[in-house]
């Protein structure tokens, strides 16, 4: 069983920075990739960042150049840091690990997620 939990969400100034944490139960290696999603109140679930097995990162052209998408392997931890926040980055932001697995029938996906941690950017 895949657990996933995440931690840092909470309330920031705009301008300010949060750190959030996704902790695995077994090894970042053993996921193609993982990423950060957020679902903000009437909105639909969106991808925030990924990162892939081999360290390739993407992101949502809405955080560019303010989140940044790291991870420890010793600890199989992802963070997201988050800089230069914005009102619009308010969201129950989701850990998502991803793994694909060759059976003979084809290609299964699998995708794992966390509890929510919620974070709201307010004066």
Known sequence: QVQLVESGGGLAQPGGSLRLSCATSGSIFS????????????????????????????YADSVKGRL???????????????????????AVYYCNAHRSVTLEMGIKEYDYWGQGTQVTVSS
Do not use: C, H
């Not at 679930?45 to 990162?57: P, S, Y």
């Not at 988050?82 to 980055?89: A, V």
């Open 31 to 58: 996921f193609n990739a993982m990423g950060w999603y957020r679902q903000a109140p009437g909105k639909e679930r969106e991808l925030v960042a990924v990162i892939t097995r081999d360290g390739r990162t993407n």
């Open 68 to 90: 940044t998408i790291s991870r420890d392997n010793a600890k199989n931890t992802v963070y997201l840091q988050m800089n230069s926040l914005k009102p619009e980055d308010t």
